[in-house]
């Protein structure tokens, strides 16, 4: 059976095309656009009707990409934008001090045992002085008022020192807990963004994949026709040599 294509307007074996009424909706409106007088059950041959599955491919791939595009920018902009990690060592170090520095130093050597130790062997060789007298040596009889104002004074210089090292203890715990928190914004961003393309990968594109592989079946369907139709006029024109011989 002869039918006249909508697209050259020649005649074709119904074997070689399809009514556009069995076309996608998609391809139906995009040769209703094209061709506006066309109606359903109009033919076309699946030659012609090729270029417009290659368009419709091509409007499932744009779509795909606007789609990722438009998703990537919704989410940036619904995260709100952190300050970005940074070395909290390099950072506190950089903005130290002479003063800080010597106040650390000596919160470090006031809390080791080479302190303890080292004070303590002093306190015994200065009471041990006064004591024994070695040499005739007696600054400081007993009770040791001058140990108790050198004591004193220690005491006095070292707490300020300590509470200052202390401070900076302190910057330090409250820039490690910032930097941690920027780390865990942006950790929780990336999973956001991510969650999304996975979400929109499952939902949006399986259809588009769905549509392209209905078109790669209807496409392989008309090649399946075209080559059983080619070998039946083939086994035909064979058949009429035999009868002609």
């Known amino acids: 059976m002869l039918k006249r294509d909508i697209i050259d307007g020649k005649e074709y074996d119904c074997i070689h095309g399809a009514l556009i009424a069995d076309l996608d909706h998609t391809i139906q409106t995009m040769l209703q656009i094209s061709y506006p007088d066309s109606q359903m059950d109009d033919f076309i041959t699946y030659k012609n009707l090729s270029q417009y599955c290659m368009d419709y491919l091509s409007q499932i791939i744009d779509r795909a990409n606007e789609k990722n595009e438009a998703i990537k920018q919704q989410v940036t902009a619904v995260l709100p934008m952190t300050e970005a990690p940074f ?144 070998r039946q006029e083939i086994n035909q024109e064979r058949t009429e040599e035999v009868e002609k011989m």
């Open 87 to 230: 070395n909290v060592e390099d950072r506190l170090t950089a903005s130290y001090t002479f003063g800080q520095r010597v106040a650390d130093s000596v919160a470090r050597f006031g809390g080791s045992w080479t302190f303890i130790i080292t004070f303590i062997l002093m306190m015994g060789i200065w009471m041990l002085i006064n004591v024994v007298h070695p040499f005739g040596w007696n600054f400081d009889p007993y009770p040791f008022i001058l140990l108790n104002l050198a004591l004193s004074t220690i005491a006095a210089i070292q707490a300020p020192l300590i509470m200052m090292s202390q401070n900076r203890a302190a910057d330090y715990d409250r820039l490690q807990a910032r930097n941690d928190f920027n780390v865990n914004m942006e950790s929780e961003r990336e999973i956001r963004l991510l969650h999304t393309k996975i979400d929109h990968m499952v939902q949006q594109d399986q259809t588009d994949l769905l549509e392209i592989q209905k078109l790669q079946m209807e496409l392989l369907v008309s090649l399946s026709n075209q080559v059983i139709q080619l």
